[in-house]
């Protein structure tokens, strides 16, 4: 499943189709709040204003269906739709150029049929102190489903913040497990599912009820193999390509 027509589209509507292609999205670690450090001062224009939350939501319509790889950024930028300045259309404009040098990329479906799920959760990263919660399931180590999205509490430490995701996390799966078993020919099969952690803490504290069911496995994963990462924040080259490029991602 791809949309390279849609990219080429859109790419087109904006005058991007002979850009320069990039191979990274946003810079790692940077701030776009209107207040911060490197943030230029020069407000958007009304019409600029209208250009901006049209691209937006033409990324998140892409990030949604078929490019994973682009939601940490569509949701960081879709936060400062009222405070616009000149670095956010540069930076929105930047999401663009990726998609020029990514559009041939697709979700691959089909396999055997295993469910897992990536949970993860950054916490104190961003300005407003809100974590985001980050996750990708996969059925037949395919990505079928995949969010980056900010949470609604301010939570006080780390594991409680990763506890918020894998709480959420385990909605989705029990709703998953659901739509399965809707196909006559998967009724009799076992749908457990792995569901990957990168916190102690938040393993040892979560939904016990859940686990003893025998609805999911819930198993500690090294941080820095932790696929739901590049749905929270912006990474070093390195380390989104590794992601974005594996095979079960995309």
């Given at each position: 499943?791809?949309?390279?027509?849609?990219?080429?589209?859109?790419?087109?509507?904006?005058?991007?189709?002979?850009?320069?292609?990039?191979?990274?999205?946003?810079?790692?670690?940077?701030?776009?709040?209107?207040?911060?450090?490197?943030?230029?001062?020069?407000?958007?224009?009304?019409?600029?204003?209208?250009?901006?939350?049209?691209?937006?939501?033409?990324?998140?319509?892409?990030?949604?269906?078929?490019?994973?790889?682009?939601?940490?950024?569509?949701?960081?930028?879709?936060?400062?739709?009222?405070?616009?300045?000149?670095?956010?259309?540069?930076?929105?404009?930047?999401?663009?150029?990726?998609?020029?040098?990514?559009?041939?990329?697709?979700?691959?479906?089909?396999?055997?049929?295993?469910?897992?799920?990536?949970?993860?959760?950054?916490?104190?990263?961003?300005?407003?102190?809100?974590?985001?919660?980050?996750?990708?399931?996969?059925?037949?180590?395919?990505?079928?489903?995949?969010?980056?999205?900010?949470?609604?509490?301010?939570?006080?430490?780390?594991?409680?913040?990763?506890?918020?995701?894998?709480?959420?996390?385990?909605?989705?799966?029990?709703?998953?497990?659901?739509?399965?078993?809707?196909?006559?020919?998967?009724?009799?099969?076992?749908?457990l599912t792995v569901l990957y952690c990168d916190n102690q803490g938040a393993i040892?504290?979560?939904?016990?009820?859940?686990?003893?069911?025998?609805?999911?496995?819930?198993?500690?994963?090294?941080?820095?193999?932790?696929?739901?990462?590049?749905?929270?924040?912006?990474?070093?080259?390195?380390?989104?390509?590794?992601?974005?490029?594996?095979?079960?991602?995309?």
């Amino acid at each position: 499943m791809g949309q390279q027509d849609y990219i080429k589209q859109i790419l087109a509507q904006y005058g991007l189709s002979n850009a320069c292609p990039d191979i990274t999205l946003i810079e790692p670690g940077a701030d776009y709040h209107p207040n911060s450090p490197g943030i230029l001062s020069t407000l958007l224009t009304p019409a600029e204003k209208t250009t901006y939350c049209e691209m937006i939501s033409l990324l998140m319509y892409c990030a949604t269906m078929t490019h994973p790889d682009i939601a940490s950024a569509v949701s960081t930028l879709s936060q400062f739709l009222e405070v616009l300045q000149t670095t956010h259309m540069k930076t929105v404009k930047h999401v663009f150029c990726y998609l020029l040098g990514m559009k041939t990329l697709k979700l691959v479906l089909g396999g055997n049929m295993t469910v897992a799920r990536f949970s993860d959760a950054d916490w104190v990263f961003q300005h407003h102190r809100h974590s985001i919660s980050g996750f990708a399931h996969f059925v037949s180590l395919r990505t079928v489903l995949w969010s980056a999205k900010k949470q609604p509490i301010i939570t006080l430490l780390s594991t409680e913040s990763k506890y918020v995701a894998l709480t959420h996390a385990v909605k989705d799966i029990l709703w998953i497990h659901k739509l399965l078993k809707e196909f006559i020919f998967l009724h009799n099969l076992s749908l457990l599912t792995v569901l990957y952690c990168d916190n102690q803490g938040a393993i040892h504290f979560f939904i016990c009820q859940t686990i003893t069911s025998g609805n999911v496995k819930l198993i500690y994963i090294l941080t820095k193999i932790m696929t739901a990462d590049i749905f929270m924040k912006s990474l070093i080259c390195v380390k989104f390509e590794k992601f974005r490029d594996d095979p079960n991602i995309m």
